[in-house]
Structures are given as C-alpha cells and as structure tokens.
T-cell receptor, first 113, second 116 residues
C-alpha cells in the first residue's frame, strides 16, 4: 500500500531561520511527487512536481529535492508569509485511482517575526 | 493561471438535508475531477474520482448512494451529500486534472459543511 509520511508535524521558525521539511514515501511506481501549500480554510496551492530521483526545483525561498525514498522541502530565510501547512503527495503509476493524489498529513509551519 | 472554483464555501444545514457542492474548472477542460475530504489536522482523503460522461469511481468505504457525483460537462462536477447527518460534517475539496496533461492538479478552495 502506498504511504506518505511527513515530518515534523509542526515547525516554528524565526524569520530568517532556514530549515527543511521531510516527506518519506513508499509507492508502487512513482509517477510524480507533489508539494502543495495550504492556508487555513483554503484548498491546496500547487508548488512543485518532481518526477525522478536527483531532480530539484526552486521557487523563491523554496527548494524541493527528491530521492528514491524521500523528498525535502528546503526553506531558506523564511518570512512570516511563508507560514502555512505544507503538503506532500504522491501519484502512483499502478493505482486503482488513476491520477489521484495520496497525501501526507502535512507540516504546519509558523514563521515568527 | 489555472483556476478551480468551488461553491458554496460554507454550508450549515439541518440533519436530513441534502447538500450539493459544485466544482468548476474555469480556464481548462477536465475530463477527470477528484473529490477529497479533510478532517481537522488530518490529511486529504480521496473519496471518489469523477469522470465526465461516465460513472464515478468511489474509494473503499465511501457510500456511493450517500455521496452522489455527477460530471455533466468537461468543466463541472457536483457532489451531493444526501440525507446529511452530523458525522458528514467536514471540509470537502475538489481538484481537477487538466486534459492537456503534464499539468499539476488544481484544487478548489473547499466547502466547509456543518450539519446540525
């Protein structure tokens, strides 16, 4: 069974204090690994898709990396507006649910001034 | 950018009422849409896959007679929670997959359903 585990569950950072969020996964053939940002009471907002081990993607203060077992979301010099829940999801090649996403529970990030 | 509109954003109703939630892709066609449910502090759980022109595919444990899905056009899917009860209270979120492929799924802003 496909599994996605995110850690830590919650993270509190001072503004400017860089850190990384982890997403460990097991999947029967990875089609893609996705990172989304979710603000309270809102739907997930797309950040990155990674397809193969060694791939990296960057956007402003965020950088996502992928290995065969896990993905990291690195946050460099975060700002308070980066506070949100970050969700990791996998899409499996061999899935009864087609292109549906299997989500982790998320990491709740709070960045204080 | 791609936008998915979900309506209504908040519903409060009495037990036994049926509630319809709409999910629209505004600037792309989506043969496939997905309905998720999210409890507080929990992950998004897939309920069903909605396919335009055919029956929806439900995940194990999701009652198809309880959660009716209609995907009548390439831009609209609806989820109807029939005879809703307090245990159906949750945050329902839809997503749409762009038919052009190689695109990420885009999500609506969710519907907060509260059954009294």
């Amino acid at each position: 069974e496909d599994q996605v585990t995110q850690s830590p569950e919650a993270l509190r950072l001072q503004e400017g204090e860089s850190s990384s969020l982890n997403c460990s996964y097991t999947v029967s053939g990875l089609r893609g690994l996705f990172w989304y940002r979710q603000d309270p009471g809102k739907g997930p907002e797309f950040l990155f898709t990674l397809y193969s081990a060694g791939e990296e993607k960057e956007k402003e203060r965020l950088k996502a990396t992928l290995t065969k077992k896990e993905s990291f979301l690195h946050i460099t010099a975060p700002k308070p507006e980066d506070s949100a829940t970050y969700l990791c999801a996998v899409q499996a090649i061999y899935s009864n649910s087609g292109y549906a996403l299997n989500f982790g529970k998320g990491t709740s990030l709070l960045v204080t001034p | 950018g791609a936008v998915v509109s979900q309506h209504p954003s908040w519903v409060i109703c009495k037990s036994g009422t049926s509630v319809k939630i709409e999910c629209r892709s505004l600037d792309f066609q989506a043969t496939t849409m997905f309905w998720y449910r999210q409890f507080p502090k929990q992950s998004l759980m897939l309920m069903a896959t909605s396919n335009e022109g055919s029956k929806a595919t439900y995940e194990q444990g999701v009652e198809k007679d309880k959660f009716l899905i209609n995907h009548a056009s390439l831009t609209l899917s609806t989820l109807t929670v029939t005879s809703a009860h307090p245990e159906d209270s949750s945050f329902y979120i839809c997503s749409a997959r762009d038919d052009r492929g190689n695109q990420p799924q885009h999500f609506g802003d969710g519907t907060r359903l509260s059954i009294l």
